[in-house]
Nanobody
Framework: QVQLVESGGGLVQAGGSLRLSCVAS????????MGWFRQAPGKEREFVAA????????YYTDSVKGRFTISRDNGKNTVYLQMNSLKPEDTAVYYC?????????????????WGKGTLVTVSS
């Protein structure tokens, strides 16, 4: 079993920044892709960003490209999401998830472990 715990959410003004962290325990995440997803009120959960097992490849949804950066420190079993130039539409609960394969995308399977989420609220 893998436990994922997110932190770093909070209330920020539009244009501000936050850094989310996701710490894994129970088993290592170093051999797996990791991702961040979000769910806004009244909407379905959506993909935000993902990173391959050693961090060599990263993926972003179009709406966050150039503003968000995903990174990982396998030695600390931790994944990060640096969020800059935040907009009110970024308001959501952000979830960390572990992939079932070494990379993210078709053919690598879905996400098999999820955290409970951290709330990000961006005020206008």
């Amino acid at each position: 079993q893998v436990q994922l715990v997110e932190s770093g959410g909070g209330l920020v003004q539009a244009g501000g920044s936050l850094r989310l962290s996701c710490v894994a325990s129970g088993r290592t995440i170093s051999s797996y892709a990791m991702g961040w997803f979000r769910q806004a009120p009244g909407k379905e959960r959506e993909f935000v960003a993902a990173i391959s097992w050693r961090g060599g490849r990263t993926y972003y949804t179009d709406s966050v490209k150039g503003r968000f950066t995903i990174s990982r420190d396998n030695g600390k079993n931790t994944v990060y999401l640096q969020m800059n130039s935040l907009k009110p539409e970024d308001t959501a609960v952000y979830y960390c998830a572990r992939g079932s394969g070494m990379d993210y995308g078709p053919g690598y399977g879905g996400m098999d472990y999820w955290g409970k989420g951290t709330l990000v609220t961006v005020s206008s």
